[in-house]
Nanobody
Framework: QEQLVESGGGLVQAGESLRLSCTAS????????MGWFRQAPGKERDFVAH????????YYAESVKGRFTISRDNAKSTVYLQMNNLKPEDTAVYYC????????????????????WGQGTQVTVSS
């Protein structure tokens, strides 16, 4: 089935920026809503951002509003997460996920909504 591969993580100082990418190998990328989640050590995997199939709507966790931007390029089967003004509390493994929308539910802030997951990419922000 669909495979998702994240890239772009790394080590940065507080206040700097990173751009994460997630590329899908399947041929039906445009049929999925896409999300980004993150998981810090000892913490639950938390919702970060979501984008609808054609990119017409986006949603963000309160902790990242105004700093992060989710976008997608369906021609490249890729979803992005631009992260600006990074803070130490942003340190986590970041995962992209695809929602096939076949379940008939739309709980985009829940990890259980999504059908396919990437392997994760580490983001570390030092103070």
């Amino acid at each position: 089935q669909e495979q998702l591969v994240e890239s772009g993580g790394g080590l940065v100082q507080a206040g700097e920026s990173l751009r994460l990418s997630c590329t899908a190998s399947g041929r039906t990328f445009s049929s999925y809503s896409m999300g980004w989640f993150r998981q810090a050590p000892g913490k639950e995997r938390d919702f970060v951002a979501h984008i609808t199939q054609s990119g017409e709507s986006t949603y963000y966790a309160e902790s990242v509003k105004g700093r992060f931007t989710i976008s997608r390029d369906n021609a490249k089967s890729t979803v992005y997460l631009q992260m600006n003004n990074l803070k130490p509390e942003d340190t986590a493994v970041y995962y992209c996920a695809a929602d096939s929308l076949l379940s008939g539910s739309y709980y985009y802030t829940s990890l259980y909504e999504y059908d396919f997951w990437g392997q994760g990419t580490q983001v570390t922000v030092s103070s």
